[in-house]
């Protein structure tokens, strides 16, 4: 199947980190934008950060600046998110998505919906003391 899988996903307190990885299935990574998502308990799923295949230029929603680092090694086809002084709110499941017919832009895969692309199955990320 052409799709992604996420893995990485954990438990930690407040002020720990994580890495989750995002690795293709059935096609290459190409210059296709990566994004990750997340999805907390009866919130929608919202966009938190993007890397370019292009020209790797990064992307992050405000609530993760300078928390989190979105990476990519062309070489093992794998895009990474370092999560870093995690905190509560950022407790969910997270998701990576492409769109390998779509624009290559993250502006274009950050707006994704769950029906277009490829997406990941999901890893938990739970925060909490």
């Known amino acids: 199947q052409e799709r992604l899988v996420e893995s990485g996903g954990g438990s930690v307190q407040p002020g720990g980190s994580l890495r989750l990885s995002c690795t293709p299935s059935?096609?290459?990574?190409?210059?296709?934008?990566i994004g990750w998502f997340r999805q907390a308990p009866g919130k929608e799923r919202e966009g938190v950060s993007c890397?370019?295949?292009?020209?790797?230029?990064?992307t992050y929603t405000d609530s993760v600046k300078g928390r989190f680092t979105i990476s990519r090694d062309d070489d093992e086809e794998t895009v990474y998110l370092q999560m870093d002084n995690l905190q509560p709110e950022d407790t969910g499941v997270y998701y990576c998505?492409?769109?390998?017919?779509?624009?290559?832009?993250?502006?274009?895969?950050?707006?994704?919906?769950?029906?277009?692309?490829?997406w990941g199955q999901g890893t938990q990320v739970t925060v909490s003391s």
């Open positions: 890397i370019t295949g292009t020209d790797g230029s990064t």
């Open positions: 059935g096609f290459s990574l190409d210059y296709y934008a």
């Open positions: 998505a492409t769109d390998r017919f779509g624009p290559l832009s993250c502006d274009y895969v950050l707006k994704m919906t769950p029906g277009i692309g490829s």
